[in-house]
């Protein structure tokens, strides 16, 4: 069993920055993802890390978010740069076993609980 616990979210002007963390037991063997959740829309994947620190990012945040891990304090991080209105959402890191790139929410079975994040224009 992995749990989860996402912290860092808050509210920032565009172009701003701002770092996610997500602090997991046991989860330095698993694939970790960001994903976020706009008012209305579908959970849509963000960004993972594998257990080897190989990444993954959406077009949307490519070059702009960066993805890492410190195995020792078992977190994964998730800094966010040049933020956009369009970036705000709550944003949930979950992880797998499962081995490959994965962006669908349903092959990630534990989650946390999420992280308001919200950029004004």
């Known amino acids: 069993q992995v749990q989860l616990v996402e912290s860092g979210g808050g509210s920032v002007q565009a172009g701003g920055s701002l770092r996610l963390s997500c602090a997991a037991s046991?989860?330095?063997?698993?694939?970790v993802g960001w994903f976020r959740q706009a008012p209305g829309k579908e959970r849509e994947f963000v960004a993972q890390i594998r257990s080897g620190s190989s990444t993954y990012y959406a077009d949307s945040v490519k070059g702009r978010f960066t993805i890492s891990r410190d195995n020792a304090k078992n977190t994964v991080y998730l800094q966010m740069n040049s933020l956009k209105p369009e970036d705000t959402a709550v944003y949930y890191c979950a992880a797998t076993r499962t081995i490959g790139v994965i962006t669908i929410p349903s092959n990630y079975p534990y989650w946390g609980q999420g992280t308001q994040v919200t950029v004004s224009s």
């Open positions: 046991g989860q330095n063997r698993y694939t």
